[in-house]
């Protein structure tokens, strides 16, 4: 049997000291320190759930979840990845329990206006048959992504929109990393075929 990869301890320490607050009941500590990270839980529960879904109530019950279970946190690896995993198990819970299908939000761009996963889909003018063409091009690449298999389709989801390295998608997927990058390694050929064959 293959010996599983060690993890990194990562968390910084500002999320050290403030999880410590947040056990000692200092609830100003918790706030800060779920802000820190809510950009990170957002973007997995919109990527990972499907489009109507409440994802600003998925995050807020990943944040109970969080601030119940933050005794459990050993501090082994960082605070964002296991925040993710409660994350990411939630949204699993609701697909399952309510048998709904993924829907992955893809932008065209990156927040800094470039190197987005997708900005080679990106159409260098405004008009109508451009823009009509690369939201066909997107919904193509956004169905590849939704049909990968569940694992694949998180670690990527996580990898490329979310935004962790790593060692972070192990930590929250409870897989060891070798096993993240099998599937990165598998999800991304055909997600670059579904770009290619969209290219304007």
């Given at each position: 049997?293959?010996?599983?990869?060690?993890?990194?301890?990562?968390?910084?320490?500002?999320?050290?000291?403030?999880v410590?607050?947040?056990?000692?009941?200092?609830?100003?500590?918790?706030?800060?320190?779920?802000?820190?990270?809510?950009?990170?839980?957002?973007?997995?529960?919109?990527?990972?759930?499907?489009?109507?879904?409440?994802?600003?109530?998925?995050?807020?019950?990943?944040?109970?979840?969080?601030?119940?279970?933050?005794?459990?946190?050993?501090?082994?690896?960082?605070?964002?990845?296991?925040?993710?995993?409660i994350a990411?198990?939630?949204c699993?819970?609701?697909?399952?329990?309510?048998?709904?299908?993924?829907?992955v939000?893809?932008?065209?761009?990156?927040?800094?206006?470039?190197?987005?996963?997708?900005?080679?889909?990106?159409?260098?003018?405004?008009?109508?048959?451009?823009?009509?063409?690369?939201?066909?091009?997107?919904?193509?690449?956004?169905?590849?992504?939704?049909?990968?298999?569940?694992?694949?389709?998180e670690?990527?989801?996580?990898?490329?929109?979310?935004?962790?390295?790593?060692?972070?998608?192990?930590?929250a997927?409870?897989?060891?990393i070798?096993?993240?990058?099998?599937?990165?390694?598998?999800a991304?050929?055909?997600?670059?075929?579904?770009?290619?064959?969209?290219?304007?």
């Amino acid at each position: 049997m293959a010996a599983v990869e060690e993890i990194p301890a990562v968390m910084s320490d500002g999320d050290a000291l403030l999880v410590e607050r947040a056990r000692a009941g200092d609830r100003e500590a918790a706030d800060d320190l779920l802000a820190r990270h809510e950009l990170a839980v957002h973007r997995t529960c919109a990527h990972l759930l499907p489009r109507g879904e409440d994802v600003e109530g998925a995050v807020q019950e990943a944040f109970v979840r969080a601030l119940q279970g933050l005794g459990r946190f050993t501090g082994r690896g960082s605070f964002s990845g296991w925040l993710v995993s409660i994350a990411v198990n939630l949204c699993r819970d609701r697909l399952r329990r309510h048998r709904l299908v993924p829907f992955v939000a893809l932008e065209t761009e990156g927040e800094d206006g470039g190197n987005g996963p997708l900005d080679v889909l990106a159409a260098p003018g405004p008009s109508p048959e451009r823009v009509a063409m690369a939201r066909q091009a997107v919904a193509r690449v956004r169905a590849t992504v939704a049909a990968l298999p569940d694992r694949q389709r998180e670690v990527f989801a996580l990898r490329f929109f979310v935004g962790l390295d790593l060692a972070e998608i192990a930590a929250a997927l409870g897989v060891d990393i070798g096993t993240v990058k099998t599937h990165l390694h598998r999800a991304l050929p055909r997600v670059r075929e579904a770009v290619e064959e969209a290219r304007p």
